[in-house]
């Protein structure tokens, strides 16, 4: 299996873009040498963004985006088109596929100016190349022409995508950076009916993973068993991690002298935001009757009657606020432009979400001026946790007061 474990999530997502019969599939298909998306004269035959894991050396393991053409027409083909567009907020590096023999267009020139606005790295691939047009391109970047008939240039472009997607030596780890070798690390994991039956959910499985990368001593326990499990240990562990949703009891069995935190706060962090997330929950303490919550969820699993993202997280706000919000719940990658109706976003982990797209909600909730928080920070808020579960992050516990579970005003 090796490489394909590696969650999507991690991986350098490439975008093919272009208008359509540019031949954008027919270049995914050259650079990756498999026929993973459908190639047809008829224009506008990819419908719908298609997403393939796979391998490109020498990048490594990538995500690679087939799109619908930005020029499509009618209703249908707007929808599409806006799906392409949504497409760049999970892009990594971005191939602007034009074609060879027609040059560039005004359609291009827009996609163009979308990417930069994106900081997107981007290389323009002149297709057709073998028809002999080499128009060029008036942009300060990589412009490579190819032929995915002949396979002229195919090489040159996988080298080019691999130089852009190169990610800055990746020093972010989930909670690996909190711990020296031997040390003893507790994850505490409910198993409700929401988890999978037989595995783990995937931020368990990549802790553990990053935990075991840097010679920890990981014990895995149900909450049930915790308390049980400290006394046996006989060494006092480095840190406590919990499910968001057990906290309550979590905190109570284990000793005030144990630093604890969650999976979701670890999360946060990782995903690049744990101080906007908890200053985003203060906004909890302004809810009035009927204001609008927008509690959104990165993936699409199934829901369970008592699922946390529809039942459990309103409970926990109404007895807070002791107010009756309005809820609304978006999952997967539906993420509104418009945010100005909501009076906080309460969101995932992220966990099925890239580090791009997840900065990218972050950064279109702050620049409406609307406050976002996640679902393990605003279940410790609620329960008077919070402090105790930011504390293994200092910079991030001075922003609450030291007195209480508070923040600063």
């Known amino acids: 299996m090796g490489m394909n474990n590696t969650p999507a999530s991690d991986r350098v997502h490439i975008g093919f873009f272009g208008r359509r019969n540019a031949g954008k599939s027919s270049v995914l298909n050259a650079v990756t040498g498999q026929e993973l998306a459908v190639v047809s004269d008829v224009r506008g035959t990819t419908t719908d963004p298609v997403f393939k894991s796979m391998e490109l050396l020498p990048l490594g393991p990538v995500v690679m985006i087939d799109t619908p053409g930005i020029d499509d027409e009618g209703e249908l083909g707007r929808l599409r088109v806006s799906k392409s567009f949504q497409a760049l907020n999970k892009t990594d590096v971005a191939a602007l596929v034009i074609d060879g023999s027609l040059g560039w267009s005004p359609e291009d020139e827009a996609l163009w100016k979308r990417i930069q606005e994106k900081k997107i790295p981007c290389v323009v691939v002149c297709n057709k190349a073998d028809l002999g047009k080499k128009n060029l391109v008036p942009l300060e970047c990589p412009v490579l022409s190819v032929s995915a008939l002949t396979g002229e240039g195919i090489h040159a472009l996988k080298e080019c995508l691999a130089r852009l997607g190169k990610p800055e030596e990746n020093s972010r780890r989930i909670a690996g950076d909190l711990i020296d070798p031997m040390d003893v690390v507790v994850l505490v994991v409910p198993i409700d009916s929401a988890a999978p039956k037989g595995r783990l959910i995937l931020p368990q499985q990549q ?76 906004a909890l303490d302004s809810i009035k009757e009927g204001d609008k919550i927008l509690i959104a969820e990165g993936c699409t699993h199934h829901r369970q009657c008592e699922d946390i993202g529809t039942v459990k997280l309103p409970g926990w706000i109404r007895r807070y606020t002791k107010a009756e919000p309005e809820f609304v719940f978006m999952s997967g990658t539906e993420f509104p432009d418009d945010l100005s109706p909501y009076k906080m976003i309460v969101h995932c982990g992220g966990c099925m979400l890239n580090q791009r797209e997840m900065k990218y909600r972050m950064k279109r909730a702050a620049d409406q001026g609307v406050p976002i928080t996640n679902y393990g920070i605003l279940i410790a808020y609620t329960q008077g946790i919070l402090r105790r579960s930011v504390e293994p992050f200092p910079q991030i516990a001075a922003i609450l007061r030291p007195d209480s579970k508070r923040l600063k005003k």
């Open 207 to 282: 802790t553990i993973r990053d935990l075991l990368e840097v010679q920890a001593v990981t014990v895995v326990v149900k909450e049930t068993e915790l308390a049980k499990s400290l006394e046996l240990l006989g060494k006092k562990p480095r840190l406590v991690i919990t499910d968001s949703q057990a906290f309550a009891k979590v905190s109570e069995d284990t000793p005030e002298d144990i630093p604890l935190t969650s999976f979701s706060i670890l999360f946060a962090r990782y995903k690049g935001d744990l101080e906007s997330v908890v200053k985003g929950v203060a």
